[in-house]
């Protein structure tokens, strides 16, 4: 019994850490792609927006990050993300933004990503609604969109059923 399970174990292990190689390989290609030097705290910080389900403050990042990085360092990486069109930012308050990454192919200077934000009152969790856009068509002749900052408030999914 002891075998099978070692067996079992041994290509368990090996298989997570090919999974990885190859997902650290696609990381560095993307920061390649968006013309930054790969650096571990840009492949940190890309695997968190990458698995997030949410957008996130900078609060969050110090809390995952700051043991491994300084405040600076990670303030620095998120401006950079920003200004690349990585990440994009949601301003939820007066004072207080967070940030989710680009879904759709944004590039420096360009962000396409111009889908509704929902803010959830309970758990204060961001998501973006990425199959709600804003319909340009709606605006009068002669306006045309540069941004959109369409924040939705109330109550989301997870916190609905509790």
Avoid: W
């Amino acid at each position: 019994m002891l075998q099978i399970y070692t067996k079992y174990l041994n290509v368990t292990m090996f298989h997570l850490y090919y999974i990885s190689i190859m997902k650290n390989e696609v990381l560095q290609k993307i920061i390649r792609y968006y013309g930054l030097r790969n650096t571990p705290i840009r492949l940190d910080m890309l695997n968190l927006f990458i698995n997030a389900n949410k957008a996130l403050s900078s609060k969050t990042l110090i809390k995952k990050l700051g043991n491994k990085y300084n405040r600076v360092s990670i303030f620095r990486t998120i401006k950079s993300f920003v200004e690349k069109g990585i990440i994009h930012s949601i301003p939820i308050a007066k004072d207080y933004v967070v940030y989710s990454i680009c879904r759709n192919n944004c590039r420096e200077g360009n962000h396409l990503d111009q889908h509704y934000h929902f803010y959830c009152n309970i758990c204060e969790h961001t998501y973006c609604m990425n199959d709600f856009y804003f319909d340009q068509g709606i605006l009068p002749a002669g306006y045309n969109t540069e941004r959109i900052n369409i924040l939705l408030e109330g109550v989301c999914k997870k916190c609905s059923k509790n």
